[in-house]
């Protein structure tokens, strides 16, 4: 039997309710990409995504649909796509933009820090 003491949740109540987001992704380890194993890449941010334009009626004493006055015009926006990451394999530069679940998590000393092949002992 063990005791678990749950310090966190008396010193810090905004943890209660917290569920696994998909912005808790670990920009600081290396990952193995699903279609490219065999090569570590690190993860730089996320990948961005477009929101639509969009004109939202708010009308006037015509209310005329016809009327470009009477909608509000809203610009496309960029936002965080928080299901895509960009990563860049390490001793490349090019970028890769991957869904959040092709991305493995790997170990500190899975890969080669050098080329930054998996599994590659030239530096182990
Ligand atoms: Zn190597």
Not at 50 to 61: K, L, M, N, P, R
Request: glycine fraction near 6%; charged fraction near 25%; hydrophobic fraction near 30%.
């Amino acid at each position: 039997m063990s005791t678990h003491y749950h310090v966190a949740s008396v010193t810090s109540p905004s943890v209660k309710g917290m569920t696994t987001m998909p912005d808790d992704f670990d920009f600081s380890t290396h990952y193995s990409v699903a279609g490219r194993e065999g090569i570590a890449f690190y993860a730089i941010d996320f990948a961005t995504t477009s929101t639509e334009e969009s004109w939202t009626f708010i009308g006037s004493d015509d209310d005329d649909p016809e009327d470009e006055a009477n909608y509000v015009y809203d610009e496309p926006e960029e936002v965080p796509d928080l299901t895509r990451v960009r990563l860049v394999m390490v001793g490349d530069d090019h970028v890769w933009t991957v869904d959040v679940d092709d991305c493995e998590p790997i170990a500190d000393d899975a890969y080669c820090p050098e080329c930054g092949q998996i599994g590659c002992r030239a530096y182990a």
